[in-house]
Nanobody
Framework: QLQPVESGGGLVQPGGSLRLSCVAS????????IGWFRQAPGKGREGVSC???????DYAESVKGRFTISRDNAKGTVFLQMNSLKPEDTATYYC???????????????????WGQGTHVAVSS
C-alpha cells in the first residue's frame, strides 16, 4: 500500500523548525523513491525534495541548506527536517512516490494515484 499519510505540520515562527513525516506500509520495501512537494495558496504544486532507493537526496534550490530528507525503511517512513523556516515556506506539504533514474530520484510524481491528504505548514510571526 503506497497511499501515504503526512504529519508534522503546524504553525512556527520564522527561523523555526519542523519535522514532517510520511508513512506508508509500502515504503518498508525500500523499492520506491519518495518526494516531498508543496502547494501554497493560489499557486501550483512544486517539488521540494526527493530521496532515492539508494538514499541519495535532491533538493529544490529554495530549500537547499535548510531542509534535509531522510528515510527509515524499517518503519516505512520518510522524514523532511525543515530548519530556518521562512514565510515563503508556508504551504501544504505532500509526499508521494517519484520517478527514479538510478541511483538518483527525479522530483516528479510517478502517478496521480499516490497522493495523501497533506500536512499544512504555516510560517508566521
Amino acid at each position: 500500500q503506497l497511499q501515504p499519510v503526512e504529519s508534522g505540520g503546524g504553525l512556527v515562527q520564522p527561523g523555526g523548525s519542523l519535522r514532517l513525516s510520511c508513512v506508508a506500509s509500502g515504503l518498508r520495501s525500500g523499492r520506491n523513491s519518495i518526494g516531498w512537494f508543496r502547494q501554497a495558496p493560489g499557486k501550483g504544486r512544486e517539488g521540494v525534495s526527493c530521496i532515492s532507493t539508494s538514499g541519495i537526496a535532491d533538493y529544490a534550490e529554495s530549500v537547499k541548506g535548510r531542509f534535509t530528507i531522510s528515510r527509515d525503511n524499517a518503519k516505512g517512513t520518510v522524514f523532511l527536517q525543515m530548519n530556518s523556516l521562512k514565510p515563503e515556506d508556508t504551504a501544504t506539504y505532500y509526499c508521494t512516490v517519484v520517478l527514479t533514474h538510478p541511483p538518483m530520484c527525479i522530483m516528479a510524481p510517478l502517478s496521480d494515484d499516490y497522493w495523501g491528504q497533506g500536512t499544512h505548514v504555516a510560517v508566521s510571526s
